[in-house]
């Protein structure tokens, strides 16, 4: 079995994985799929450098098969399908309701090892049993999926509603996915024109706001009324300036995007429409039980979001391609 | 009776009342006090000249005695003292949750004939009955305390929270004053030294955040834990900077202040901390029901607000004294 070590200056070196037996309350897992995502790139940039360690093992995206277990399991066992929700809460207040986010949560394959390793050794609070049915390079999109469930949780999205989506990047395109599957009516709002298409394929209302109105598309779309929920999901100046202009009276905005400055924002619009706007930051259990649930229900498009499956030893191109971005949803890495 | 008369170009003429009797669902009010609102001033600077109408008899907050009633009218009568709620939603849809903000409803002293005149005719709907006990300069005040009601209301601000309050004029120490009614631990963050102190003198912990460190401040304040609800009642980019240095995890922000521009605002806070956001404006029929109910308790320190009372036909004085603002807080006009 083998391993991804990130060694720093965008570097990857494939070495020897060394399993950890399971302690009381651990799992091992011998890990089948891997994903790459945007945090993992931001490290691979080096950009995380002083919170992550040398040799870092990135991973938080996987699917897998239980290997041991540790004393005191015994939700799961070894054979099984299982996920990780990658939040290690073990030095939280258990009575805190947000420890999701809490300052004391480690986030595994950042701040702890991940699981680009063939063995990964995780508390045991973390497995999430995937049904047998579930193909296990679908597990590896249920993290990436629980986060567009917490999302669109958080939206309060009801069915009939409409919501329009600000980037079609992995996540725009699951919160996308699942606000369609929420009942909602969902327009994507996407620059590159390669995701538009990409967006098109899988039924979506996809629109490129370079070369349509947007916010007369939107306004057209709801009789004038204005979207109920807008999904920030570009961190972008742009989507800062474009969240405000098309929800409703007392419409909602959350911020899924990443901002690595202050944007400009309307607030004038806040005050006016009585708007209302959230952060969402990855997930609560519900959020995992759901993205399973959907998942499993097989009516989302995830082997269509998997663009390539590549063997970890090829882990530096494939970070590299995902570098490049342009034509490529989700890169899984096979771990074993 | 007299009327005040916005002419342009920051002229007040006075001139005769021209009474209007009531028709079917209207109400003729002898008006008693009303206040000067930042609204007014901003249209005695001419920045409303192109929603006003000339001369534009100004005034949305009073307090009165009813002088006569249309047909139809039977929830008050002649020599009741009243308030009214300046919203005429008369062309908004019934069953519109949100016509308080409704695309066509009409501020009354704006979009059309206010308050600043001896009699005026509103509609039935607007009017609120006041306590006997309430002293008539006190219900001149029920109308920004309402705004502060709606405020606080929509911060879902609970007995015990903590809560900061972006800016101590008029409408900032409203929302202080109900905030601390309402069981909250409140700070008070205000730039002039005079309204530092004048905030004190209410009991208000009130600090100038060019002299003390807000942020070290409340962190202090709530054992490092920040605050529930932020206030933002400043509409300045000092306000959209510092609202989000301030919340705990989870924590609200209430957008009150008018933001001419859009201001730089850190959404990664929202993101990393999932921070809600909401916007203001008005109030709503319970607003006004619990602001009528608040004053009249008599723990609210009512009179202390009010910096003067003149009479209407130093209506263009008053204006200007309100003008320079710098130890005022309101300042009402007598007019009968």
């Not at 070495?15 to 799929?33: F, L, N, R, T």
């Not at 090829?314 to 899984?332: H, T």
């Amino acid at each position: 079995m083998k391993a991804a070590y990130y060694e720093g200056n965008r570097t990857i070196r494939i070495g020897a994985c060394v399993p950890q037996d399971p302690k009381p309350d651990e799992v091992q897992i011998q890990v089948s799929h891997a994903g790459i995502c945007g945090t993992d790139l931001h490290i691979f940039h080096g950009a995380m450098d002083a919170r992550v360690s040398f040799p870092q093992v990135m991973g938080h995206e996987m699917s897998g098969t239980v290997e041991a277990v540790g004393e005191g399991v015994d939700h799961v066992r070894a054979g099984d399908p299982v996920t990780v929700m990658p939040l290690d809460t073990t030095l939280c207040d258990p009575a805190d309701p947000y420890k999701h986010i809490g300052q004391h949560m480690k986030f595994m394959g950042i701040d702890t090892p991940g699981a680009f390793q063939g063995y990964w050794t995780v508390p045991g609070f973390t497995v999430h049993k995937l049904p047998g049915s579930l193909p296990l390079q679908h597990g590896a999109l249920l993290e990436p999926l629980a986060v567009a469930c917490h999302d669109v949780r958080l939206a309060e999205l009801m069915a009939g509603e409409q919501a329009v989506v600000l980037g079609g990047g992995p996540i725009g395109l699951l919160v996308a996915l699942v606000a369609r599957e929420t009942g909602a009516t969902v327009t994507l709002s996407e620059i590159s024109p390669y995701r538009v298409d990409f967006a098109k394929t899988l039924g979506l209302d996809a629109i490129n706001p370079n070369e349509t109105d947007l916010q007369a598309y939107v306004e057209d779309k709801t009789a004038g009324q204005g979207a109920d929920v807008v999904f920030e999901v570009t961190g972008s100046p742009a989507g800062a300036a474009t969240m405000t202009t098309l929800p409703r009276i007392r419409g909602r905005i959350v911020v899924v995007g990443i901002a690595p400055n202050p944007h400009p924002v309307d607030l004038f619009q806040f005050f006016w429409k009585e708007l209302v706007m959230r952060g969402a930051r990855v997930y609560q259990e519900e959020d995992f039980t759901r993205a399973i649930e959907l998942a499993d229900e097989g009516k989302l498009p995830l082997d269509a979001l998997i663009t390539e499956i590549r063997p970890v030893d090829e882990a530096q191109a494939a970070f590299e391609r995902a570098d490049r971005g342009a034509e490529v949803m989700k890169i899984l890495l096979q771990l074993s």
